[in-house]
């Protein structure tokens, strides 16, 4: 059996990647927002909140559950989904912290010059 390739990579680049990962839906993103701008939590059918079918929202409530981005919790036969305010926080330090890292000087230029051809890197952009 071999290990997943993400095991070559240190524990911290590990956890960005499952957070970035989680957030790379739009989706999720839209919960995400909602939740933070009603300040409620959700309970109950809230596909009429969002443009996808009732099964696909859980779909998405269930990633961000697992992500511990939100909490769950059976409310009178329905589950009540609110944001984790410490689990937001953190994800908020990760995602700062990781962008502190690559944060690049105001005068970077990266050029590539190919071997048959001298054209700057703008430049070959802007030729396809």
């Avoid at 937001?88 to 995602?95: A, G, H, K, Q, T």
């Avoid at 690559?102 to 430049?123: A, G, S």
């Amino acid at each position: 059996m071999v290990a997943s390739k993400t095991k070559l990579f240190n524990e911290g680049l590990q956890e960005s990647a499952n957070l970035f990962k989680t957030l790379a839906h739009p989706a999720r993103l839209q919960i995400l927002q909602f939740l933070a701008q009603t300040r409620t939590c959700l309970s109950g059918d809230i596909s009429d909140k969002f443009p996808l079918t009732r099964t696909t929202l859980n779909q998405h409530m269930n990633e961000l559950k697992d992500a511990g981005l939100i909490i769950g919790h059976e409310e009178e036969a329905k589950v009540v989904y609110c944001l984790d305010c410490s689990k937001i926080e953190e994800m908020r330090n990760v995602l700062e912290g990781f962008l502190k890292e690559i944060e690049l000087p105001q005068d970077f230029c990266c050029e590539y010059k190919p071997k048959n051809n001298q054209l700057t890197r703008n430049e070959s952009f802007k030729r396809i």
